[in-house]
């Protein structure tokens, strides 16, 4: 089948006809531009339109294994699972059986539950109250001393620092980007140019807050660039930085404990760095 390629096309102010190939009877026809430009002008009649809609496509019932055939709309929505209402209905009472966490007890629920990974975790109320107590100790990797901190933490590949003190800012803030509700937080990623007497230095960070709430009066610097957009973003866009001009890495006891591992030196072409953050942006 021919490809609908044609450009929209505009002379004079008036909408041109472009040639088009209808996806279902596969005849010519001409549509206005402006149409195309909608994404529309697909087919030649309102006939052919619905005749699209109906189209039919094999599918395999999950609860009784049988074929049979339904819309290919409706399996794009997510439907066309089941043959029929009954063995829709027979999948909901089907069961699966799990392994508690907290007691190790078998126990069975729903199928549809499983599939959501829904109650598949602990037998009982009970149990779901002391798993989530329930503690391992550690070994912190900074000070060595004993801790405790919960199994899906350790599971996520985190748990390995006893405080925020002793862990790295960027696993701290990767750790508690798995709360997904904070990723959305509106925030920015910077870039600014400090002075430290005779020193000069670039830095990269993120905040949620205005800039001057972040560096206030007592830090002498220049705002080089800001994106606003969700504070994960901006850390995505913060860690890219850092890696990818890591050879340029300054560390100045201005900013001891106060984000100086995300500091560059002058010899970094700054403007490279302003255009690798933008197109950081439009992959």
């Known amino acids: 089948m021919e490809e609908n390629t044609a450009p929209c096309i505009v002379i004079g102010g008036r909408t041109m006809l472009v040639k088009r190939i209808c996806l279902q009877c596969n005849k010519g026809f001409k ?15 309102i006939l052919c339109c619905n005749k699209s809609r109906q189209k039919q496509v094999e599918c395999v019932c999950l609860q009784c ?3 049979f055939s339904t819309r290919l709309s409706k399996t794009k929505n997510g439907g066309g699972k089941y043959c029929s209402t009954t063995c829709s209905s027979l999948s909901q009472k ?3 059986e799990c392994v508690c966490l907290q007691c190790n007890k078998a126990f069975s629920i729903i199928q549809s539950k499983a599939d959501r990974d829904i109650g598949n975790k602990y037998c009982s109320i009970e149990c779901c109250g002391e798993g989530k ?22 599971k996520s590949g985190y748990g390995k620092y006893c405080s925020k003190k002793c862990t790295p800012r960027r696993c701290y803030i990767a750790e508690a980007f798995q709360d997904l509700s904070l990723r959305e937080i509106p925030g920015m990623v910077y870039l600014l140019k400090f002075y430290d007497g ?3 230095f670039y830095k990269i960070g993120i905040t949620k807050h205005q800039l001057k709430k972040r560096w206030p009066s007592k830090y ?3 705002i080089i660039k800001t994106l606003d957009m969700p504070i994960y973003s901006a850390w ?14 300054h560390e ?25 953050m933008e197109e950081f942006i439009c992959q």
Not at 252 to 258: A, G
């Open 198 to 200: 005779n020193s000069i």
């Open 236 to 249: 995505q866009i913060e860690q890219a930085v850092i890696k990818e001009f890591a050879a340029f890495q």
């Open 220 to 222: 002498d610097y220049k």
């Open 252 to 276: 100045p006891t201005l900013l001891e404990d106060n984000g100086s591992t995300e500091c560059f030196n002058t010899n970094l072409n700054i403007n490279e760095v302003i255009k690798y």
């Open 65 to 67: 294994n049988k074929a």
């Open 31 to 45: 549509a206005e531009s402006h149409i195309i430009k909608k994404g529309r002008g697909k087919y030649c009649s």
């Open 94 to 96: 089907r069961q699966v």
């Open 133 to 154: 107590k329930r503690q391992i100790k550690r070994i912190c990797l900074q000070c060595n001393k004993e801790f405790s901190t919960k199994p899906h933490i350790i």
